[in-house]
């Protein structure tokens, strides 16, 4: 091994914790702030492949796919808000699904564990 490598990858380590909590807070904001989602999708798909190999690597994809979920919820019930409301069921039940993986992600986090593969 030579001098620094492990250094380097404690470094980038750090690096990548750091830009997983940042998407998280971003994703938790976006319940105020529409635009804060959008911006830490940007930061899951760009900083991806530096995160593989590592413990985030799984919360990276975690965030990808709460948010392309929660994309997919919130334009659906949207939609069917007209439909005697039957949309606000949707959205209500999507908000609580987008809080409980925010939260479960973040728990993970703290605790440096990997997020399940399959996504839940």
Same mark, same amino acid.
């Given at each position: 091994m030579t001098?620094?490598?492990?250094?380097?990858?404690?470094?980038?380590?750090?690096?990548a914790?750091?830009? !997983?909590?940042a998407?998280?807070?971003?994703?938790?904001?976006?319940l105020?702030?529409?635009?804060t989602?959008?911006?830490?999708i940007?930061?899951?798909?760009?900083?991806?492949n530096?995160?593989?190999?590592?413990?985030?690597?799984?919360?990276?994809r975690?965030? !990808?796919?709460?948010?392309?979920?929660?994309?997919?919820?919130?334009?659906?019930?949207?939609?069917?808000?007209?439909?005697?409301?039957a949309g606000?069921?949707?959205?209500?039940?999507a908000?609580?699904?987008?809080?409980?993986? !925010?939260?479960?992600?973040?728990?993970?986090?703290?605790?440096?564990?990997?997020m399940?593969?399959g996504?839940d």
């Open positions: 001098p620094g490598t492990g250094e380097s990858a404690d470094t980038t380590e750090s690096s914790r750091t830009l !997983i909590l998407v998280y807070i971003l994703q938790a904001a976006g105020a702030v529409a635009l989602p959008v911006i830490g940007i930061i899951n798909h760009v900083k991806l530096e995160m593989r190999g590592t413990v985030y690597e799984s919360h990276c975690w965030q !990808i796919r709460t948010f392309w979920w929660g994309l997919f919820w919130l334009v659906a019930g949207s939609s069917l808000v007209p439909l005697m409301g606000f069921l949707v959205l209500a039940l908000t609580l699904w987008y809080l409980y993986r !925010i939260v479960r992600g973040f728990l993970n986090w703290n605790d440096r564990v990997p399940p593969v996504g």
